[in-house]
């Protein structure tokens, strides 16, 4: 089977790419009638173009390929919730990030598209600082978005095959724009690597049956890296990185702060994608393969991430898994707003006893030593420059108190603050500092409620609903 995303000459470009491209997509469904497990490892050899500038994650799909073939573990019986708002396809917000969309792609301004927007273009677009980065990597990074939602979404992507030639253009330009404008060894290069491979990874993900029981591979770190490269963390991550110089080039501290962002949206959707018995969702796959619910281990891990970050002026992994959160309770089709506006913490507020630091895997992604305090999650306190920690707490709410476009998000409900943050965006195509306050606030100060989420005493009381498994 050939598919040019696999292929060797990917990188090269040609006139026919785009259309080869395009193939991959329509060629889907017919795929699907007849994949077998053990195919996917025969899409990677020694020829295969991606790969070839992130070399840290180039092994990654085909080793998380090999492991499915293998004797799969049976989740344990870990009690995680599923009670929650129903998930929903393509729901738009309002209008303002159909300008962001448009500076690549030719829409009419209708309700689906401006959700096209929002959900695909703006799940970069929003996550990342436009007015610092290349501008051509940006909007090429949010095609790449959209191309992988060709996969992502396939059960319901309802008009977007209206777009999908001009989808698989704007990759094309996207790969002859980093190859002609940025050094061989430049980590823009590196960027669109990993976003190519994210794409490889949703196309062989979508090739798969839904699942009707949670089984999973041995390997942990394999599914969490996994778990960034198909999720598209792990570029976004890279592309954060660099906002803010001198870069910190360890590739430890990028698994370490795409992990900890990515958790901001896994975490949200944990009901959800329990419900669907879908494995690739990092509180799922702690808690499975430690057999205890993975809440204390994964938060002690954020917040380890983000005290480092503090300590060490890394202020771009504090806008980053700030942005994530932000995007993410914004995003319509994820009811992450209702859902968190609507738990209940238990009466007796009893502390889970899962010790912290249980995961060997999450220990070893650790950027600091384990906390004398494991059970204490004051990020404060983790924090050894708590000076630091103070002024950007002081800045966040002097802002709040200021500023005509975030004014109150401090006070605000969860879906109070969702037209405060949709204005941040609309800030954001000529400044960014709207957005990174919002951000940099969420994680200092507003993350009590999102540890809830996984809680199974915690109690959801919001509108509830059947809804379909294809969504997730």
């Not at 573990?73 to 990030?97: D, E, H, K, Q």
């Not at 698994?255 to 509180?283: G, P, Q, S, T």
């Not at 309770?329 to 913490?345: E, G, M, P």
């Amino acid at each position: 089977m050939e598919l040019a995303l696999f292929s060797p000459d990917l990188y090269q470009a040609h006139k026919e790419a785009a259309g080869h491209l395009t193939s991959d997509i329509k060629l889907l469904t017919e795929i699907r009638k007849t994949w077998q497990l053990d195919m996917a490892s025969r899409m990677f050899d020694s020829y295969n173009a991606v790969g070839s500038y992130d070399t840290h994650m180039s092994s990654v799909i085909a080793k998380e390929s090999v492991a499915w073939t293998r004797k799969l573990r049976s989740f344990p019986s870990v009690s995680l919730p599923t009670v929650s708002p129903p998930r929903l396809g393509f729901i738009a917000r309002g209008t303002t990030l159909m300008e962001a969309m448009a500076k690549s792609y030719t829409v009419p301004n209708l309700p689906f598209w401006n959700a096209v927007a929002e959900q695909i273009y703006g799940y970069v677009w929003c996550l990342l600082d436009n007015n610092v980065l290349c501008q051509r990597c940006v909007h090429g990074a949010c095609s790449s978005s959209l191309f992988g939602t060709y996969c992502d979404y396939l059960h319901f992507y309802e008009q977007l095959p209206q777009v999908l030639e001009a989808c698989a253009q704007r990759m094309i330009e996207y790969i002859q724009h980093v190859h002609h404008d940025h050094a061989a060894d430049s980590k823009e290069r590196m960027v669109m690597d990993a976003w190519l491979m994210s794409i490889q990874a949703v196309y062989l993900d979508v090739l798969h049956s839904k699942s009707e029981h949670l089984q999973f591979p041995d390997d942990e770190l394999g599914s969490i890296q996994y778990r960034l490269v198909n999720s598209a963390a792990r570029p976004l991550a890279l592309q954060a990185w660099l906002e803010q110089m001198p870069l910190i080039d360890d590739n430890d501290i990028m698994d370490a702060v795409a992990f900890a962002a990515f958790v901001m949206h896994d975490i949200c959707d944990c009901r959800h994608d329990k419900a669907a018995n879908e494995y690739y969702n990092l509180m799922i796959i702690i808690s499975g393969h430690n057999g205890v619910l993975g809440v204390n281990m994964i938060r002690r891990f954020c917040i380890d991430v983000w005290a480092w970050a503090i300590d060490n002026g890394a202020f771009w992994a504090i806008h980053f898994g700030g942005r994530f959160l932000a995007w993410q309770t914004f995003a319509a089709r994820y009811q992450t707003a209702i859902l968190l506006d609507n738990l209940v913490a238990p009466e007796d507020n009893n502390q889970s006893k899962v010790e912290p630091y249980g995961d060997q895997v999450l220990n070893g992604l650790n950027p600091l030593p384990p906390s004398p305090e494991p059970f204490n999650f004051d990020l404060r306190f983790r924090c050894q420059n708590t000076a630091r920690y103070d002024s950007l707490l002081q800045e966040c709410l002097a802002h709040f108190e200021s500023c005509d476009t975030c004014h109150g998000y401090d006070t605000a409900t969860w879906q109070e603050r969702v037209p405060l943050t949709e204005a941040s965006y609309q800030k954001k195509y000529t400044d960014c500092t709207c957005t990174n306050v919002i951000a940099t606030y969420l994680i200092l100060a507003s993350m009590d409620q999102i540890w809830l989420v996984p809680d199974p005493s915690a109690k959801y009381t919001g509108p509830s609903g059947d809804w379909s498994p294809m969504l997730c």
